[in-house]
Structures are given as C-alpha cells and as structure tokens.
C-alpha cells in the first residue's frame, strides 16, 4: 500500500495530536493522558472491553498513577500479532505546555517543552487505529502498548509482564524524529552511586582532624578521567561513555553545610553506557577504583581515612537486531512502500525497545515528527507527524 493509497484523515491525526499535546502527564503522573487516549481510542470505535491497565505501577519503586494501557485488536486476516507501543509520559519540562499551530508545526509560547516525545506516539497509534477501523483495512491481530514513566527510566517497560503482549512476535516503537529512519539497536546503562563519609571539623582553627568528603570526591572524580572512564570512553576492550550526574549531600541537600566546617559527607550519583553491558559494568569499576584511590589520598591528622561506599546497577540493558531480522525486513518493506529510503540507526540513548527486546518482542523504534525533544524549542513538524501515521498503517497491513 503506498502512500497515496493510505486512507489517512491527516485533519483527524492532527486533532488527536494537539487534543493530547494539551494534557499534562509530566513523568509518574500519566492518569489524565491515559484517560484521553482510552477515550480517543473508544470514540474511533475501539470497545471499552478492549481496553485495560496492567498493575506494573505497583512493581515500580517510585510513585507512579496508573500501569501501563493495553489494547487489544482482533485480526481481520491470519496472521502474527504485532505490537505498536509508545509512552504515555513526558519530562517535567513539558508541564503546563500550550500547543501552538504555526504552520507547518506545532510550538509552544516558549515557557515550557513541547511534549511531543510522546503525544505524536499517542496520537499515532489513535489513528492507527481509526484508519484501520473506518476504512475496513486487513490487518493482523493486534496489540496496542502505551507505557509509563519511560523518562525517568523505561520503568513501565521494565516492570512489563510479557504474558500481557498477547503473543506479539515482533514490535513497532513510536518515538522519534523520522518515519525513514528505524531505530533497531541501543546503549544499555549502568547507574553508579558512591556515599562518601568524611569528619567534620572547624576549617580555620583545626582543618588538620577533619576529613573533607568534598575532596575525597573531587579526587576521585578526577581519578577517573585521568584512567579514561569519563566522558567518552575508548577501550581495547569496549567503549561507552560516562557521566556524573549529582554531586550533592544529604537528601537532596548542597555538600556541606558552611564554608567554616570541613565537609563530613557527598554523595555522587552517575551513569555509564554501552552497547556491551558488560562494559558498562567495567565502566563502572573503573569509578569504584578511582574512589578508592582517592579514600587513601585524603587523612586526618591520625592517619583515619573516609568511609567510602560505591555500589552500581544495571538500569537496562543494550540490545541490537539483525539487519535481516523479521522486524527490521518488515520495518524496511513498510518505509519503501511510502517511497521513503529506509536507513537503520543504533542510538546511545534508551528506548522502551531495550526492555520491549528483553522481554522476546524484537522492537524497532520509527519516527513522528519530534525535533528539539526536552527543550523549550521543541517541536512537531507535522509533514514528518502524518508520515509516521502513514508508516504504522504500512506496517500494520502490510502483506506477508
């Protein structure tokens, strides 16, 4: 089916964008979202009885509103069930957003992000849905997935029980800038967390019997750049990259408390990445050294050293699809068919993918239009936004 010959109501999908670009549902907070697009989803003709949560917010260790929406489809053809999935939330930066049409795209007054990563996964698989329906296209069975709190760790992913898919052989993501390009492998992450406990003494009169947590930190930190574990990273074993992310005190609180009093505690919070997950893990121990290092380098007058603890964990894992995969093939024949050139991308970011892949549903992630994502110039170029409603109509009807 090629382009001209996809049905879509480009009017429609566009109402559907910015009736969802309009509804907060920031990060853990995604019952509003969830509830317009169950909405949407029934108003285009989707039964009630089709439509249900699953309980992954009560595995997630962070407050999170509601678990995952889940659609079902019955197939009008035999055939594999396929899974289109997208998430439900957005970044904080995005609270309060007033989408604005300008031409061509969709902006905002300039006070807030956009949202478009993901309204355009939500308002693409809407009128997927409704194309399918209205016009009585084959399909396959289906299964529609929207997940939550994607931004602050793919925890709705993560926390997924497979036996929820239906059976999904293969996985269809919405989240990204161009229908042509097909995301099928990404980066896993590695988080690491180091508590340094020093001594405080009074900075003037005695600094000699304090110990100063800020500078075992700093050292340590400048340890591991030295030994080449920040920033971007290069191996003869592997490569990735690393970031600290918070150096902070207790609770969310500055390190220190005065600059008369010698730091008693930091705690130092960062990530490692890479297409290898157990380079993540060297990563990682090459920060652990460097900590451990600077522990010995910073006494007090007695030869007493920090207490230092370093502890690491995986957050998701990395994953890469053969270019000749079935998903991959699939996506490619679905990209050639609208006469767009398929190209295939590996990202050093983390997807729903990665969790979608750990879970047995080989994911490929397609785009919708989403530019200058988790900025105040974010936007959806609308052209890009309708190619990818045509995409997931290709996909979802695209002979064996």
Request: hydrophobic fraction near 40%.
């Amino acid at each position: 089916m090629s382009t001209k010959q996809i049905p879509l109501d480009v009017m429609s999908a566009e109402d559907h964008l910015m009736k969802f670009l309009a509804i907060d549902g920031v990060t853990g907070h995604e019952k509003a979202i969830a509830s317009a697009v169950s909405a949407e989803l029934q108003a285009v003709g989707v039964p009630a009885s089709a439509i249900r949560f699953d309980d992954a917010n009560t595995r997630i260790h962070l407050p999170t509103e509601t678990g995952n929406l889940i659609v079902e489809l019955p197939g009008t053809i035999a055939g594999p069930r396929l899974l289109f999935s997208t998430h439900l939330d957005t970044v904080p930066l995005c609270a309060g957003a007033k989408p604005i049409r300008k031409g061509d795209r969709i902006v905002t007054d300039g006070t807030t992000a956009l949202g478009g990563d993901n309204r355009t996964g939500c308002a693409i698989l809407v009128s997927l849905v409704e194309t399918l329906l209205k016009h009585k296209l084959p399909h396959p069975p289906l299964t529609l997935l929207f997940t939550v709190r994607e931004e602050s760790g793919l925890h709705g992913a993560r926390e997924l029980d497979p036996k929820e898919l239906g059976g999904a052989t293969m996985c269809f993501n919405v989240d990204g800038r161009l229908a042509s390009e097909l995301i099928i492998g990404a980066v896993g992450q590695e988080n690491w967390d180091v508590e340094i406990k020093g001594k405080a003494s009074h900075a003037g009169v005695a600094p000699e019997k304090g110990i100063s947590a800020t500078l075992v930190g700093a050292i340590g930190l400048t340890e591991a750049q030295r030994a080449g574990w920040f920033g971007k990273v290069v191996k003869p074993n592997g490569n990735g990259t690393s970031n600290v992310g918070i150096f902070g005190g207790k609770e969310g609180q500055p390190a220190g408390d005065a600059t008369n009093v010698v730091t008693d505690y930091v705690h130092i919070r960062g990530e490692a990445r890479s297409p290898e997950a157990a380079f993540a893990t060297a990563i990682c121990e090459g920060y652990r050294e460097a900590f451990a290092k600077a522990q010995q380098e910073v006494k007090d007058s007695n030869g007493e050293v920090a207490e230092v603890k370093f502890t690491s964990k995986p957050s998701y894992p990395p994953f890469n699809l053969a270019a000749d995969s079935p998903a991959v093939a699939r996506a490619k024949r679905a990209v050639a068919s609208l006469g767009l050139e398929p190209t295939t991308i590996f990202s050093n970011g983390g997807l729903d993918a990665n969790w979608l892949d750990k879970h047995g549903v080989p994911t490929v992630t397609i785009g919708a239009g989403q530019y200058e994502i988790h900025t105040i110039k974010e936007y959806v170029d609308l052209p890009e936004f309708a190619q990818g409603c045509r995409l997931a109509v290709a996909l979802a009807t695209l002979g064996e």
